[in-house]
């Protein structure tokens, strides 16, 4: 699996089969593993890797080590050096928390699957000029929220959402009923505080509580 490229069209089908993309900050590179385990066993076999930390290239390529099953991909990229060593630790997409012409073109020149954060409909535009179908809407909350992206989505019907930012379990049935939503990204099951308390059992519990809530959002 590693090195092995996921197309885009694929990955969109696998973001709809999770229903949230666990938003991941690791500071230390030995919790990688057992924090990947906690999302596979608890029923997300996902995670975006936010690149601000030191520890997010070996933890990467870590997880996918181990873990070959996981979708695995880096978060809160803001250069295309850190979307050539995120791909070159396994990561199989790449996220941007805004819209980086630069980011968005390299990707695509080098086929990497890439979801640019858009909030207003010129940035929206600026991916549909570009042929992406999906798209990351950050910050969620504060920008609006599902009204926002319900009033972006009716004039840009091809377009689909990955909304990030203030999404939890008492929200994301809002967000998981509509339609032009793939997934949401979120980070309430994976907490830093939790995360650095070695707590992986908490973690791989509110994991699972996060997958039957999505099961019965989209049954």
Not at 101 to 106: A, F, G, L, R, S
Not at 189 to 203: N, S, Y
Request: glycine share 8%; proline share 5%; with cysteine.
């Amino acid at each position: 699996m590693k090195g092995e490229k996921i197309r885009m069209k694929d990955l969109a089908e696998r973001f709809h089969e999770v229903g949230v993309v666990p938003v991941v900050v690791l500071e230390d590179v030995k919790d990688a593993v057992p924090l990947a385990q906690a999302l596979v066993e608890g029923g997300l076999p996902c995670a975006e890797v936010t690149f601000r930390t030191a520890a997010a290239e070996e933890s990467i390529r870590l997880m996918t080590e181990k873990f070959p099953e996981m979708l695995v991909g880096a978060g809160t990229v803001l250069t295309t050096e850190q979307v050539d060593a995120a791909v070159k630790a396994g990561a199989k997409f790449i996220v941007s928390p805004g819209f980086d012409p630069e980011i968005v073109d390299y990707c695509l020149k080098k086929e990497i699957p890439v979801l640019p954060g858009c909030i207003s409909p010129s940035e929206v535009a600026q991916a549909v000029k570009r042929g992406l179908k999906t798209v990351k809407f950050f910050p969620a909350e504060q920008a609006g929220g599902v009204a926002m992206i319900k009033a972006m989505a009716a004039p840009y019907t091809g377009i689909k959402f990955m909304p990030t930012g203030g999404i939890n379990a008492k929200n994301l049935e809002d967000y998981l009923s509509f339609d032009k939503i793939v997934c949401c990204g979120g980070s309430w099951m994976v907490k830093g505080e939790l995360v650095k308390a070695g707590a992986f059992d908490k973690i791989k519990e509110l994991t699972a509580e996060a997958r039957n809530l999505v099961e019965s959002i989209r049954k």
